[in-house]
């Protein structure tokens, strides 16, 4: 992918509420998509991947994203959310036949109890 | 098995000193990475390897120096490091080294040159 854009750097929520987490990315071939979650002080951990096939891909956590192609989007939700929810969110992709993943700027969610 | 462990976790070095940060998988997988990461930054690519051998080296400068000796250890070495670093380096694993395999990532080093 040419790049992987967050628009969101901080996206604060109250605890329950629903939340979206915004991602847009170009490339001129077809691409792999990722959500990664980084806990303070912790590595990345995958979240959800999407790889062909159906468009709406889910974690086991209630994440849930959705590939758009026409729109070039990778949008991640969850209808409720928790305080362990707080974490550096970073969308990433990966162009067909590429080695490289290319990282979003990451956005924080932050979570008000 | 399903971890990337990376030692030591913490590492406090002067610009003079030789140093060598570990990671190892016991995944089976052939491709491994390393990445650096300042403070709210996204990880940013440093070197592949794949099945052994460096199949990527991001322009990074020759005081970084990667070693894969077999396919579960993957570890860099360095040398006169600069302060700016200092940052959250970062090793990942995957399957190989095609597009659609997820790559697992490890903790971190974090390291600090004095």
């Known amino acids: 992918a040419q790049s992987v854009t967050q628009l969101d750097s901080q996206v604060p929520v109250f605890e329950e509420a629903p939340v979206e987490l915004r991602c847009n990315y170009s490339?001129?071939?077809?691409?792999?998509l990722f959500w990664y979650v980084q806990y303070p002080n912790q590595g990345l951990q995958l979240l959800l991947k999407?790889?062909?096939?159906?468009?709406l891909v889910e974690s086991i956590n209630g994440f849930e994203a959705e590939f758009n192609k026409s729109q070039t989007s990778f949008h991640l939700r969850k209808p409720s959310v928790h305080i362990s929810d707080t974490a550096e969110y970073f969308c990433?992709?990966?162009?067909?036949?590429?080695?490289?993943?290319?990282f979003g700027t990451g956005t924080r969610l932050t979570i008000i109890p | 098995d399903t971890e990337v462990t990376q030692t030591p976790k913490h590492l406090v070095m002067g610009m003079t000193n030789k140093k060598s940060l570990k990671c190892e998988q016991h995944?089976?997988?052939?491709?491994m990475y390393w990445y650096k990461q300042k403070a709210k930054k996204p990880p940013e690519l440093m070197f592949v390897?794949?099945?052994?051998?460096?199949?990527i080296n991001e322009s990074v400068p020759s005081r970084f120096s990667p070693e894969c000796p077999n396919s579960s250890l993957l570890n860099l070495h360095l040398h006169a490091l600069q302060p700016e670093d200092s940052a959250l380096y970062l090793c990942?694993?995957?399957?190989?080294?095609?597009?659609?395999?997820?790559?697992?990532f490890g903790p971190g080093t974090r390291l600090t040159v004095l």
């Open positions: 990942a694993s995957s399957q190989a080294s095609a597009a659609y395999n997820e790559q697992f």
């Open positions: 490339s001129s071939v077809s691409v792999y």
């Open positions: 999407y790889l062909s096939g159906s468009t």
């Open positions: 990433a992709a990966r162009d067909f036949g590429n080695e490289k993943l290319t």
């Open positions: 995944m089976g997988h052939r491709a």
């Open positions: 390897y794949s099945y052994e051998k460096l199949s």
